[in-house]
């Protein structure tokens, strides 16, 4: 059956009815059919879209990667300097001791730790960082410091930090110093051996 005579039967409010509809339908269709380069745009102007544009850039040693982004301040540089604290029998330093960063630049960087002592240990870093209000600008994507870690004597381990500065870190912060402090945790290594005999 046609459409006009399906509504030449139906009475004029009716009619009015499911002409309102079908204006609807078609503009919900036609909405849902500009939403994609809608968003796109959108993303584009605001620098959303961080990970189809991001690229690769390799600098030097324990740095493994930086990747740029739309959402990068490349009109500030940010120094961060790299502390190691080992409270304890081992060696622990990161790779490199500074490095410069564009606020909201994704950056990896490598520390090494080594068990220097004859015994099993099991350990755990805290992070520190100076001023204390760059603490709550610098974000990490991945770290070491999750984690507790179990080392046998001798062993060597090396651990990736991912991390960046968030844009909104005050102007007048042109230094972060990120400092870990490597402490061994009591009792772990015995509990594990008590669960490995039993």
């Known amino acids: ?40 745009s959108i993303c584009d102007a605001l620098g959303i879209n961080v990970l189809s544009l991001s690229e690769r850039v390799t600098s030097g040693a324990g740095v493994l990667n930086r990747k740029a982004s739309t959402q990068v301040d490349l009109s500030r540089t ?16 990161p790779a490199v001791r500074s490095l410069q960063v564009h606020p909201g630049e994704m950056t990896t960087v490598m520390y090494e730790f080594r068990n220097t002592q004859n015994r099993t240990m099991a350990a755990q870093a805290i992070p520190s960082y100076a001023p204390m209000q760059a603490g709550a600008h610098f974000n990490k994507v991945e770290c070491f410091c999750f984690n507790e870690y179990i080392l046998k004597p001798g062993e060597s381990r090396q651990w990736p930090v991912v991390f960046y500065v968030d844009a909104k870190l005050p102007k007048d912060v042109t230094t972060i110093t990120l400092s870990y ?14 669960e490995k005999r039993s």
Do not use: C, H, Q
């Open 1 to 40: 059956m046609a459409l006009p005579s399906i509504l030449a039967r139906l009475n004029a409010d009716n009619r009015r009815m499911v002409v309102k509809l079908l204006v609807i339908t078609l503009a919900m269709f036609g909405f849902g059919y500009a939403l994609v380069p809608m968003y796109r």
């Open 78 to 93: 940010v120094t961060i300097e790299f502390d190691a604290n080992a409270r304890g029998p081992w060696e622990f330093a």
């Open 181 to 194: 402090t490597f402490f061994e945790v009591a009792g772990k290594v015995a509990a594990a051996s008590a």
